[in-house]
């Protein structure tokens, strides 16, 4: 696809500018000259490039959510692996998922029911489903239901967890009413070049994995939402081919690790999944990781070191991320095949469907080795290790190990997942300043307690401190 994002996302910024300013101000600062309206395709194009730089880039992948799945590890500067934070932190998420996000996403709804135009407000529905996801995976209850909108809501309230997933289920079942694959066309779509019927099938695999979200709690609903899925004759995302992502190219719209690693070195693979992936014979190790450049070894760095502990590794003896992760042109993947089928196999595991689990499990983990483009005889070998296969016995430890190693570089996935299977077992780094413990959310943004402290207050009220160690609705045990 030859879309050139710069100037569509120049275009769309427009409306966060304006949403940003009193509707006074706006008034009396019109040009004459340019317009007003936003066009769809740039909202949308904007929402998707923003979102997914903000999901896959520095803040809340690889200087949070990596560190506490122990994916990556910090080889300097090494507070974030030690879970030291300021209150300003984990503002990144909270801002462009719902300034540069939320936002666009309200406005091209209206658009497409102005216009109407179907696709556009289903295909709005899923991608603003998939930010609230992340924001309340992340930090809990949150904006959701007076969300992107301050010409009425300057100060919205904050919903409960709870009320945020079923919320987003809601807003699901209505975009897969909404996409029709023979209605108006769309243009702007950089995840599926304006394929509706891609979008339906990301729009049902959001909702499986929603579902297991809730599960825990609600596992009556969770089973009816898969049910309601099969009823409506859905679709799951059913390739690689198919996975959500966005596919970088080369700067200025290369992949945000990429551009980091252009001119920092603050980063190691983890030795926890480079020790795993070892005792596995995985052959994703030479994908995930770079050999040491002294030793030509794969040698990953434990989390959480202090600085001089960590320096002392030494820069040219410790593994980088593989080469694929910080090619310009490495994708942002949003929710792929293997996931799609690890959640179809707990899904059969739970009971609530008729499928068969091992057998999902296993095709599962074949569908991240081809997602790396591993050979079909390492595939075979390494399926058919005893330390690899389903466990009926225990669904969560074989799901949640295996998902855990696919899920590499989807850092607030891997994190939520984590959260929710309670595998694998991780080890808290010794010099972390968490006396003993892994974060398990993000703490709120240090501006919304003067910004909207009613919302913010009633927050902690409900929830909890807010503070690392807070533990979330979904993640029960």
């Not at 974060?439 to 927050?459: C, H, M, T, W």
Request: charged share 20%; proline share 5%.
């Amino acid at each position: 696809m030859k879309t050139k994002y710069i100037p569509l996302l120049l275009s769309g910024l427009l409306l966060i500018t304006a949403a940003s300013c009193k509707k006074d101000l706006t008034d009396t600062n019109i040009d004459p000259n340019n317009s007003q309206n936003a066009q769809p395709e740039f909202l949308l194009t904007a929402a998707i490039k923003n979102t997914s730089d903000t999901y896959w880039g520095t803040t809340n992948n690889m200087n949070s959510s990596l560190l506490f799945v122990q994916h990556w590890a910090k080889i300097q500067y090494t507070d974030p692996d030690r879970y030291i934070f300021s209150n300003t932190a984990f503002q990144d998420l909270w801002t462009t998922g719902y300034r540069q996000g939320i936002v666009n996403l309200n406005q091209l709804i209206k658009l497409a029911d102005a216009q109407g135009n179907t696709n556009y407000k289903g295909v709005a529905l899923v991608l603003r489903s998939w930010i609230f996801a992340l924001e309340t995976d992340a930090y809990g209850d949150v904006p959701y239901s007076q969300a992107g909108d301050i010409t009425q809501f300057l100060t919205p309230k904050y919903d409960a967890q709870r009320d945020v997933y079923l919320g987003i289920l809601s807003d699901l079942k209505a975009a897969q009413a909404s996409l029709d694959p023979a209605g108006k066309a769309i243009s702007g779509d950089v995840i599926y070049a304006n394929s509706i019927a891609n979008w339906k099938k990301f729009a049902n695999s959001l909702r499986l994995r929603i579902a297991l979200r809730i599960a825990d709690r609600e596992p009556a609903l969770a089973k009816q939402v898969i049910a309601d899925i099969q009823a409506e004759g859905g679709t799951y995302i059913s390739s690689n081919a198919e996975n959500a992502q966005l596919n970088y190219k080369a700067s200025p719209n290369q992949n945000p690790i990429s551009n980091l690693f252009d001119t920092r070195d603050d980063y190691r693979v983890s030795k926890t999944i480079v020790d795993q992936l070892t005792a596995l014979n995985d052959p994703r190790l030479p994908v995930y990781a770079s050999k040491a450049v002294k030793t030509q070894l794969y040698t990953g760095i434990p989390n959480g070191l202090l600085t001089g502990d960590a320096a002392a590794l030494g820069l040219t003896s410790t593994s980088k991320p593989g080469a694929y992760f910080i090619a310009p042109t490495a994708p942002a993947v949003i929710i792929s095949y293997a996931e799609i089928l690890f959640d179809r196999a707990e899904a059969a595991a739970r009971g609530f469907t008729g499928e068969n689990a091992a057998a999902l499990y296993s095709q599962a983990v074949e569908a991240s080795l081809l997602q790396y483009g591993i050979p079909a005889t390492d595939i075979a070998t390494y399926k058919a290790r005893a330390d690899v296969q389903y466990d009926a016995s225990n669904y969560k430890k074989s799901i949640g190990n295996q998902k855990w190693i696919a899920l590499f570089g989807q850092g607030l996935e891997a994190f939520a997942e984590w959260r929710r299977l309670d595998y694998p077992i991780l080890t808290p780094p010794v010099a972390g300043a968490l006396n003993g413990k892994i974060p398990v959310r993000f703490i709120y943004p240090g501006n919304e307690q003067s910004l909207n402290p009613d919302g913010y207050k009633a927050a902690v009220a409900h929830q909890g401190t807010d503070a690392l160690t807070t533990k979330l609705w979904f993640d029960v045990n």
